[in-house]
């Protein structure tokens, strides 16, 4: 599921690709399988993606971004 | 904890957890900065009535492999209980957030203060801490406060005084105990020490997060809380906007190049005129002429040479400040993250690289908000390619010389050139940072995240502090370095293998010359000493490598002397050219009128001044940024393959330059 123009949209990480160290830098930012979050707003020419993980604010890449699998909590 | 065993106190927090601001708040200005051993990573230590108070980098986890987090990590797993303690500040608006890692400090039964931060906030969106159960769950002190007014200050102060720190229960401790068949054994220590297995991390992330959630929903109370981030996400749907965010960003990043060069510029004329007027004291005071000349011509202007920049210090780092605690450096580092990018840098190069416009000591001051070692090491790099104020001097005058004023209607020829100075400055910039992106030979970290903070107001304290020690350690550390040059250059312009008698020979056959030639200007006894100086000497050596750029020795002397700082050139030149003025109309037509005594055509063409702008574009002529470079990445070898790797770009571009015009 594509990060753009999701904006507000909630979801539940439900796979991490990517080697160990990515996914120790991500937990590291409480960004771990199962994690909660919502997409806030993203401009379109950015490849960044700005999150709410755990009542923070967070931006990560685009192409680390597309390494997560996440499913909407409806 | 009783008694009065406790000597240092470390203050441990997550990243924007208001931790530093609470550490000001007991220090103020009574604290020392220094490096951690062998990395750039800022040390903060402070006296509070007789106890040292450590201010620890910000830390997500204690499972963090980033240099500045490792520092906090060691040192946490390295503290004695007996005579440590930790005060912990956590963001109450983001409660469970900052309890993961303070239930893993916990966990190692480390006397602690839980401090909970931004209480003003907490009330503004309506969230309850019942802190009577709080503390029974957790067992130690905890304190709702503001950091950023002091507001609850005093019962931190009571804990600090009184040393009633307590080692909190445990969250997830006993799950490391093992039973060796006759005792039990705890290993939490052992396995957060060394224990680098993902799973293991995960695991124990999880099991944390549970009890913590279960924790924050018994004693927390949000049934009419309003989310703490709405603001920001109304906000950045317009500070982040593709158009309105990039108009607003670029105003911001025109108001702060604006004001750190021309705010600065009334101070730094102030400063140069007093140290002028001290110099002349000092020449009319001192009746031993080396000592009066020491002292007028190479300490005082040494000296002068450094707090001059003290004024584009103190209001960039203000300026960064404000933007910094407000939470909009963080939008700046957002936008501009895309396009730095492919250069091999990111968002957070942004501010450096602006500010190097005003200057580059505060720009490469300013690379430790960059957490990449790599990327930090390539904006320290390549930052003095964009055009410092220092060259403003040099460029008027040299495209003055080659562009007669009015020249070119309303397109302003003279102003078209300096754009494309500036512009080829950026260009270089972009172009180096990629060069030296893929060859250096330095790790980077491989992954990239930023918190986007909410909006607050800024902290006053905070930034006049951080201004104070900003300017304060500039002083100190680059100060030694560029007085101990200026002396040196000074030695060599005032000391000659000659004695009085010949010099002044010199100058008697110069002036019959210039009477014979019935010249209007006369060459100086100051004019004749620099030729005849080590200095004047050194720039005859080095006219055989600067001839094919079209330099002469005069040309030689100046580009030397200007090694000291660039504006430097335009003094040099004239007195060189004894012109006893360094009144910008004066030079120019000096300039105009020299001649080449070989060709008979002007010394300084258009090919000569065009080759002379493209090295003063790329040559790193500024001692007080070696030395800045040299505190800031610790490296010697860094500092000379910077000046030589520009020196050889300067060179290569000078020559082409010139053969391509004359």
Same mark, same amino acid.
């Given at each position: 599921?594509?990060?753009?123009?999701?904006?507000?949209?909630?979801?539940?990480?439900?796979? +991490? =690709?990517? !080697?160990?160290?990515? *996914?120790?830098?991500?937990?590291?930012?409480?960004?771990?399988?199962?994690?909660?979050?919502?997409?806030?707003?993203?401009?379109?020419?950015?490849?960044? +993606? =700005?999150? !709410?993980?755990?009542? *923070?604010?967070?931006?990560?890449?685009?192409?680390?971004?597309?390494?997560?699998?996440?499913?909407?909590?409806? | 904890?009783?008694?009065?065993?406790?000597?240092?106190?470390?203050?441990?927090?997550?990243?924007?957890?208001?931790?530093?601001?609470?550490?000001?708040?007991?220090?103020?200005?009574?604290?020392?900065?220094?490096?951690?051993?062998?990395?750039?990573?800022?040390?903060?230590?402070?006296?509070?009535?007789?106890?040292?108070?450590?201010?620890?980098?910000?830390?997500?986890?204690?499972?963090?492999?980033?240099?500045?987090?490792?520092?906090?990590?060691?040192?946490?797993?390295?503290?004695?209980?007996?005579?440590?303690?930790?005060?912990?500040?956590?963001?109450?608006?983001?409660?469970?957030?900052?309890?993961?890692?303070?239930?893993?400090?916990?966990?190692?039964?480390?006397?602690?203060?839980?401090?909970?931060?931004?209480?003003?906030?907490?009330?503004?969106?309506?969230?309850?801490?019942?802190?009577?159960?709080?503390?029974?769950?957790?067992?130690?002190?905890?304190?709702?406060?503001?950091?950023?007014?002091?507001?609850?200050?005093?019962?931190?102060?009571?804990?600090?005084?009184?040393?009633?720190?307590?080692?909190?229960?445990?969250?997830?401790?006993?799950?490391?105990?093992?039973?060796?068949?006759?005792?039990?054994?705890?290993?939490?220590?052992?396995?957060?020490?060394?224990?680098?297995?993902?799973?293991?991390?995960?695991?124990?992330?999880?099991?944390?997060?549970?009890?913590?959630?279960?924790?924050?929903?018994?004693?927390?109370?949000?049934?009419?809380?309003?989310?703490?981030?709405?603001?920001?996400?109304?906000?950045?749907?317009?500070?982040?906007?593709?158009?309105?965010?990039?108009?607003?960003?670029?105003?911001?990043?025109?108001?702060?190049?604006?004001?750190?060069?021309?705010?600065?510029?009334?101070?730094?004329?102030?400063?140069?005129?007093?140290?002028?007027?001290?110099?002349?004291?000092?020449?009319?005071?001192?009746?031993?002429?080396?000592?009066?000349?020491?002292?007028?011509?190479?300490?005082?202007?040494?000296?002068?040479?450094?707090?001059?920049?003290?004024?584009?210090?103190?209001?960039?780092?203000?300026?960064?400040?404000?933007?910094?605690?407000?939470?909009?450096?963080?939008?700046?580092?957002?936008?501009?993250?895309?396009?730095?990018?492919?250069?091999?840098?990111?968002?957070?190069?942004?501010?450096?690289?602006?500010?190097?416009?005003?200057?580059?000591?505060?720009?490469?001051?300013?690379?430790?908000?960059?957490?990449?070692?790599?990327?930090?090491?390539?904006?320290?790099?390549?930052?003095?390619?964009?055009?410092?104020?220092?060259?403003?001097?040099?460029?008027?005058?040299?495209?003055?010389?080659?562009?007669?004023?009015?020249?070119?209607?309303?397109?302003?020829?003279?102003?078209?050139?300096?754009?494309?100075?500036?512009?080829?400055?950026?260009?270089?910039?972009?172009?180096?940072?990629?060069?030296?992106?893929?060859?250096?030979?330095?790790?980077?970290?491989?992954?990239?995240?930023?918190?986007?903070?909410?909006?607050?107001?800024?902290?006053?304290?905070?930034?006049?502090?951080?201004?104070?020690?900003?300017?304060?350690?500039?002083?100190?550390?680059?100060?030694?370095?560029?007085?101990?040059?200026?002396?040196?250059?000074?030695?060599?312009?005032?000391?000659?293998?000659?004695?009085?008698?010949?010099?002044?020979?010199?100058?008697?056959?110069?002036?019959?010359?210039?009477?014979?030639?019935?010249?209007?200007?006369?060459?100086?006894?100051?004019?004749?000493?620099?030729?005849?100086?080590?200095?004047?000497?050194?720039?005859?050596?080095?006219?055989?490598?600067?001839?094919?750029?079209?330099?002469?020795?005069?040309?030689?002397?100046?580009?030397?002397?200007?090694?000291?700082?660039?504006?430097?050139?335009?003094?040099?030149?004239?007195?060189?050219?004894?012109?006893?003025?360094?009144?910008?109309?004066?030079?120019?037509?000096?300039?105009?009128?020299?001649?080449?005594?070989?060709?008979?055509?002007?010394?300084?063409?258009?090919?000569?001044?065009?080759?002379?702008?493209?090295?003063?574009?790329?040559?790193?002529?500024?001692?007080?940024?070696?030395?800045?470079?040299?505190?800031?990445?610790?490296?010697?070898?860094?500092?000379?393959?910077?000046?030589?790797?520009?020196?050889?770009?300067?060179?290569?571009?000078?020559?082409?330059?010139?053969?391509?015009?004359?």
């Amino acid at each position: 599921m594509s990060a753009k123009n999701k904006e507000n949209i909630e979801g539940i990480i439900v796979k +991490i =690709n990517g !080697t160990d160290a990515f *996914k120790a830098f991500l937990l590291a930012h409480n960004i771990t399988i199962g994690t909660p979050f919502k997409m806030n707003y993203s401009p379109s020419f950015s490849q960044l +993606i =700005n999150l !709410t993980v755990l009542g *923070k604010m967070i931006s990560i890449r685009k192409e680390q971004f597309n390494k997560i699998e996440w499913e909407a909590i409806s | 904890m009783g008694g009065n065993q406790l000597k240092d106190v470390i203050f441990v927090g997550k990243p924007n957890s208001g931790k530093s601001s609470l550490f000001n708040q007991l220090t103020g200005l009574n604290q020392k900065v220094g490096n951690y051993a062998g990395v750039t990573v800022e040390k903060k230590t402070g006296n509070y009535k007789g106890l040292n108070l450590i201010d620890l980098p910000g830390l997500h986890s204690l499972d963090t492999n980033t240099p500045e987090e490792l520092i906090s990590k060691k040192k946490i797993l390295s503290m004695e209980s007996e005579n440590s303690a930790i005060v912990y500040v956590a963001n109450g608006t983001q409660l469970i957030d900052s309890l993961l890692l303070f239930s893993q400090i916990a966990d190692l039964q480390i006397p602690m203060v839980l401090v909970i931060n931004f209480k003003d906030e907490l009330a503004k969106n309506k969230i309850e801490i019942n802190l009577n159960s709080f503390k029974e769950r957790l067992g130690c002190p905890i304190l709702l406060m503001n950091s950023k007014s002091g507001d609850g200050i005093e019962y931190l102060k009571a804990v600090l005084e009184g040393q009633t720190f307590n080692s909190p229960n445990t969250f997830c401790r006993s799950q490391y105990d093992t039973f060796d068949g006759s005792s039990y054994q705890n290993n939490y220590k052992e396995q957060i020490t060394e224990n680098t297995d993902l799973k293991f991390w995960e695991e124990d992330y999880k099991a944390r997060l549970r009890v913590i959630s279960s924790v924050v929903k018994d004693s927390v109370n949000t049934d009419n809380a309003i989310d703490p981030l709405n603001r920001a996400r109304s906000w950045d749907k317009i500070l982040l906007h593709p158009i309105f965010g990039l108009l607003i960003f670029l105003f911001v990043l025109f108001v702060v190049f604006q004001a750190v060069f021309s705010l600065s510029s009334y101070p730094m004329d102030w400063i140069d005129a007093g140290m002028a007027n001290l110099s002349n004291l000092a020449k009319n005071n001192i009746s031993v002429p080396w000592l009066s000349d020491l002292i007028s011509d190479a300490i005082i202007p040494g000296i002068g040479g450094v707090i001059i920049f003290i004024p584009q210090i103190a209001i960039l780092f203000f300026l960064l400040g404000l933007l910094e605690h407000s939470g909009y450096l963080s939008r700046i580092s957002f936008l501009s993250d895309s396009f730095l990018k492919r250069f091999g840098l990111s968002g957070h190069s942004i501010i450096p690289l602006m500010s190097s416009w005003a200057c580059s000591i505060p720009a490469i001051m300013s690379t430790r908000i960059i957490a990449d070692p790599k990327e930090r090491l390539t904006v320290i790099f390549a930052s003095p390619l964009m055009t410092c104020s220092a060259r403003l001097p040099v460029y008027t005058i040299l495209i003055a010389v080659i562009f007669p004023s009015g020249a070119g209607g309303i397109w302003g020829v003279q102003g078209l050139a300096l754009l494309s100075l500036y512009l080829l400055g950026i260009v270089a910039t972009l172009v180096v940072s990629y060069i030296v992106n893929k060859n250096l030979k330095v790790e980077s970290n491989p992954f990239w995240a930023m918190e986007l903070p909410v909006f607050r107001m800024p902290n006053w304290n905070n930034i006049f502090i951080n201004v104070y020690q900003k300017t304060k350690s500039f002083v100190v550390q680059a100060g030694k370095i560029i007085l101990g040059i200026s002396i040196v250059l000074w030695l060599l312009a005032s000391f000659s293998p000659h004695n009085e008698n010949f010099k002044e020979e010199k100058f008697q056959v110069f002036q019959k010359i210039s009477q014979k030639e019935n010249s209007n200007f006369e060459m100086s006894k100051e004019a004749v000493d620099l030729e005849y100086s080590y200095l004047g000497y050194m720039g005859k050596i080095i006219e055989p490598a600067i001839r094919p750029l079209g330099y002469d020795w005069k040309i030689g002397i100046a580009l030397l002397s200007s090694f000291a700082a660039r504006e430097v050139f335009v003094g040099t030149l004239a007195s060189i050219y004894s012109i006893g003025s360094e009144d910008e109309n004066t030079i120019v037509e000096r300039l105009r009128n020299e001649k080449n005594p070989e060709t008979g055509k002007p010394r300084y063409d258009f090919a000569t001044a065009v080759s002379l702008l493209l090295f003063y574009v790329f040559a790193l002529q500024c001692m007080s940024t070696l030395a800045i470079v040299k505190k800031e990445t610790g490296s010697t070898r860094l500092m000379l393959i910077q000046f030589l790797f520009m020196l050889v770009l300067a060179y290569v571009f000078a020559f082409a330059g010139y053969h391509l015009l004359k």
